[in-house]
């Protein structure tokens, strides 16, 4: 049964993140994209936070920078962005709500804290930054870092 769900994980993910991204006129919400960075911000906090033996340096190294790249890309092609259009080009009032963005997505992470215990990665989250990723592609060029960074996250997460 173990296999049965990691095989379908890996295939569901891997068809996911090689899909094609959506149209141009089909942004994602700031709202759900606030979401995807706190997710990549508690992944991040936590990798970072685990003994370094824990995983193979290699794809640590890997997830943690993709994680740091997709998290730049969204904050500034999506959040940012998104902020100032809705406030009509103020951006006082833009940095205003990206603070109330910022205390949203602390409350996000403290609940991710409070429902995945223990020194590991859980499947869980390669699935949202999954989600994210189908949401809110990077270039084509970046599919395949963050596909192979989904996959090793999997298998960070397999190794209890």
């Known amino acids: 049964m173990k296999y049965v769900i990691h095989s379908t ?3 569901a993910m891997t068809a996911a993140t090689i899909s094609l991204p959506m149209t141009a006129s089909a942004k994602p919400s700031v709202n759900d994209m606030s979401g995807c960075v706190a997710t990549l911000d508690y992944v ?3 990798l970072q936070s685990l003994p370094k033996s824990k995983y193979d340096k290699a794809d640590r190294a890997a997830l943690l920078d993709a994680l740091t790249q997709y998290r730049a890309f969204i904050q500034d092609e999506h959040i940012t962005p998104g902020l100032l259009e809705f406030n009509g080009g103020d951006q006082a009032k833009a940095d205003a709500m990206q603070q109330q963005v910022t ?4 409350q996000v992470v403290a609940s991710h804290d409070a429902k995945f215990k223990g020194e590991r990665l859980y499947t869980d989250h390669a699935v949202m ?4 990723y189908t949401k809110a592609p990077m270039a084509a060029s970046q599919t395949p870092m963050m596909s192979a960074a989904l ?3 999997v ?5 209890k």
């Not at 205390?103 to 602390?106: E, K, P, R, T």
């Not at 930054?129 to 994210?132: L, N, P, R, T, V």
């Open 9 to 11: 994980l890996t295939l």
């Open 44 to 46: 991040t906090a936590k």
């Open 103 to 106: 205390d949203y997505q602390n």
């Open 129 to 132: 930054i999954d989600g994210c």
């Open 151 to 153: 996959q090793s996250m």
């Open 155 to 159: 298998k960070m997460a397999q190794q």
